[in-house]
C-alpha cells in the first residue's frame, strides 16, 4: 500500500489556489473554476487564504506556472508563515509537483488529488473504498517518478526486489499489481450488485442526475418521503441510493446517484462506472440543474458530456431547474414590477421548453414550490415507459 502523504488531515489546514487563464478561457470563466475549487477546499476542511491567477498561452512544462509568477507565490508563502499547501486548479504531472514542492517548500496537490481526498473520506461502502483506491493508484501511476515518497514492501525484507530493478520500477510493478488486484476485488463487487438490481423486478427506474450540489438528495428525500444524506458541501453522495416510489398506484425505482463536476478525473469515472451503471440501466433521467448558479448552463453542459461519456443520451429525460427561490432572489429587486418579473419568467420557461422539447419543470425542493407538477410529469414519463417495456403490466398502473 501506498503511504501516500497526508495532505488534507490537519484541521483547518491553510491553502493557496493557483490557476492559469489560457488562451481560449476567460478571466470570468477562471474565476469560476477558482470559485469551485475554493468550495473544494472548503469541502475536504481547507482555509483558503488566497487565490493566484496568470495569464498563458499554455503552463510551463516544469513549474506549470511562469518563473516570475512562482516566485510572487514563495514570497507570498514566506511572508505569510502559516500556509501549508499550494493546490492547483489543473492536473500536474509527477515533475511538476516535484519542481514547485522544491521551489515553495509546502506540499502541492492538483485538483484531481483534492477530488480524490474529498471521494475517500467520504467512502462508505467496500464498493466506493475500492473505487477510490483503484482511482488513486491509476491516479499515482503516472506520477511515482515525480512524487515518489515511500511504498510499503509487501511481505518486507530479502526477496521483495527483482534483480536489477530499481527502486522506482519496483514501486511501479507494486502499483501495478495492486491496480490488477482492485479491479479483480470490484469486478466481483460489480457481479453483486448486477445480481441485486435484477431481483428488484421488472421496475421502471429513474435516476436523479447532475452537477454535484444541486439538489438531488433533497428532492430523492421529498419525492420518496424517506431521509437521505444531504448537506451543502461537494459529494455529499457517493454511494447509490435506491428507493421504490408508488405514484397514484404506480410503482417505479428511484436512484439518487454521485454528482457530476467539470475537470473530474478521467480515471475517477472509469472507477465509478459501476456505481454509474444505475444511470446507465435507468429508463427515465431526472436531470437536476440549480438554476440559481451563475453559470447552470455550463454545468449542465459538464453532465450531458459526462452522460455522453457512460453512452446515456439517448435515455429519456426529464430537466429539472431546481431553487428557483435562490433565482428569483439573485435575479429580481424588491422593487421590481410584478408583471416584469412574470415575462422574465415566461421567456425563461419557454426558452427552456424550446430547448428540452417540452420535458422540463422548475421547482424549488426546499421551499416545495411546484413539487406536484413535477411529481405528475414523472408519473406520465413513467407511464410512457411501462407501455414501451412492459406493454402486458402497464394497464394495472392507471
Given amino acids: 500500500m501506498?503511504?501516500?502523504?497526508?495532505i488534507l488531515q490537519q484541521a483547518a489546514e491553510k491553502a493557496i489556489l493557483i490557476g492559469v487563464i489560457q488562451k481560449e478561457q476567460t478571466e470570468v470563466q477562471v474565476?469560476?473554476?477558482m470559485d469551485e475549487l475554493a468550495f473544494l477546499a472548503e469541502t475536504a476542511g481547507v482555509i483558503t487564504v488566497k487565490r493566484f491567477t496568470q495569464k498563458m498561452q499554455r503552463p510551463d512544462s516544469k513549474t506549470f506556472v511562469g518563473k516570475g509568477k512562482l516566485e510572487e507565490i514563495k514570497n507570498y508563502i514566506l511572508l505569510k508563515g502559516d500556509i501549508g499547501l499550494a493546490i492547483f486548479d489543473d492536473?500536474?504531472?509527477?515533475?511538476?509537483?516535484?519542481n514547485i514542492e522544491k521551489e515553495l517548500n509546502i506540499k502541492t496537490i492538483d485538483r484531481s488529488d483534492l477530488i480524490l481526498d474529498i471521494f475517500a473520506s467520504r467512502a462508505k461502502t467496500a464498493q466506493a473504498k475500492t473505487q477510490v483506491e483503484l482511482a488513486q493508484y491509476q491516479y499515482i501511476l503516472p506520477r511515482l517518478r515525480g512524487m515518489w515518497k515511500h511504498l510499503e514492501r509487501q511481505g518486507g525484507g530479502v526477496g521483495t526486489r527483482g534483480p536489477g530493478e530499481t527502486e522506482i520500477e519496483t514501486d511501479r510493478r507494486i502499483v501495478k499489481d495492486k491496480i490488477s488486484l482492485l479491479?479483480?476485488?470490484?469486478a466481483e463487487i460489480d457481479k453483486q450488485s448486477f445480481t441485486q438490481r435484477k431481483e428488484r423486478g421488472e421496475f421502471i427506474r429513474v435516476a436523479l442526475v447532475g452537477y454535484t450540489n444541486v439538489g438531488k438528495s433533497t428532492l430523492m428525500t421529498i419525492l420518496s418521503k424517506s431521509e437521505v444524506f444531504a448537506e451543502n458541501k461537494l459529494f455529499a453522495t457517493l454511494d447509490t441510493t435506491?428507493?421504490?416510489?408508488?405514484?397514484?398506484?404506480?410503482p417505479f425505482l428511484l436512484?439518487?446517484?454521485v454528482g457530476f463536476i467539470r475537470k473530474l478525473p478521467h480515471h475517477l469515472v472509469e472507477s465509478f462506472k459501476s456505481t454509474l451503471d444505475e444511470v446507465r440501466e435507468a429508463d427515465v433521467l431526472l436531470h437536476v440543474v440549480d438554476i440559481s448558479h451563475p453559470q447552470y448552463e455550463e454545468q449542465l453542459d459538464v453532465v450531458n458530456k459526462t452522460l455522453a461519456e457512460l453512452g446515456c443520451t439517448d435515455k429519456s429525460t426529464i430537466t429539472v431547474f431546481n431553487k428557483m427561490d435562490k433565482y428569483e432572489e439573485q435575479v429580481f429587486d424588491q422593487w421590481l414590477e410584478e408583471e416584469v418579473k412574470q415575462d422574465i419568467f415566461r421567456e425563461l420557461k419557454e426558452?427552456?421548453?424550446?430547448?428540452?422539447?417540452?420535458?422540463?419543470?422548475?421547482?424549488?425542493?426546499?421551499?416545495?414550490?411546484?413539487?406536484?407538477?413535477?411529481?405528475?410529469?414523472i408519473l406520465n414519463k413513467v407511464r410512457?415507459?411501462?407501455?414501451?417495456?412492459y406493454p402486458y403490466k402497464a394497464e394495472y398502473f392507471y
Fill in 242 to 250: 435506491t428507493r421504490k416510489i408508488v405514484f397514484e398506484q404506480t
Fill in 351 to 377: 426558452r427552456w421548453q424550446t430547448e428540452t422539447k417540452g420535458n422540463c419543470v422548475f421547482v424549488s425542493a426546499t421551499e416545495k414550490t411546484n413539487l406536484d407538477v413535477l411529481r405528475q410529469t
Fill in 31 to 33: 474565476t469560476e473554476y
Fill in 2 to 6: 501506498i503511504e501516500k502523504k497526508k
Fill in 384 to 389: 410512457e415507459m411501462y407501455q414501451i417495456r
Fill in 183 to 186: 479491479r479483480k476485488r470490484l
Fill in 255 to 257: 436512484s439518487d446517484t
Fill in 91 to 98: 492536473e500536474l504531472t509527477g515533475s511538476q509537483i516535484q
